[in-house]
Nanobody, 126 residues
Framework: QLQASGGGLVQAGGSLRLSCAAS????????VAWFRQAPGMDRNFVAA??????????LYADSVKGRFTISRDNGRNMAYLEMSSLRPEDTAVYYC???????????????????WGQGTQVTVSS
C-alpha cells in the first residue's frame, strides 16, 4: 500500500517535496516511480528509482531533469520527489507507484507498476 503526500499550492519558481509512504517489509526490493496527470491529459512518467541490488538507477523525464530529484529511504519505507524551479506546467496530480524487481528498461513504464498511491495535487501559480 502506498500513500502519497506533500502536494500543495506554490508560486512559479518555488519548491515542494512529495513523500510516498509504503507498507511492507521488502520495500528495498521495489522500484518506485512518480507519475503525474494534468487535467484532461494522460498520466505521464516523471521519475523513477530502482531497487538496491540494481544499484538504484534513477531516471527522469526530460521535462523535469535538473529540477526534480527522486530519492528513497528504505529504512523508513519512504520515497521522495524534491521539486524545485516549479513551473505552471508542472501542475498535476502526482502519483507514486511501486513494483518489485523491475529492470531498468521498465522503470518509466506505468503499466509495469502494480501498486499505486492515491495521488497528491500540485498546483503551480504563475
Amino acid at each position: 500500500q502506498l500513500q502519497a503526500s506533500g502536494g500543495g499550492l506554490v508560486q512559479a519558481g518555488g519548491s515542494l517535496r512529495l513523500s510516498c509512504a509504503a507498507s511492507g517489509r521488502t520495500f528495498s526490493s521495489y522500484a518506485v516511480a512518480w507519475f503525474r496527470q494534468a487535467p484532461g491529459m494522460d498520466r505521464n512518467f516523471v521519475a523513477a528509482i530502482g531497487m538496491n541490488r540494481m544499484g538504484r538507477p534513477v531516471l527522469y523525464a526530460d521535462s523535469v531533469k535538473g529540477r526534480f530529484t527522486i530519492s528513497r529511504d528504505n529504512g523508513r519505507n519512504m520515497a521522495y520527489l524534491e521539486m524545485s524551479s516549479l513551473r505552471p506546467e508542472d501542475t498535476a496530480v502526482y502519483y507514486c507507484a511501486a513494483h518489485p524487481s523491475l529492470i531498468r528498461s521498465s522503470l518509466a513504464s506505468q503499466t509495469a507498476y502494480s501498486y499505486w498511491g492515491q495521488g497528491t495535487q500540485v498546483t503551480v501559480s504563475s
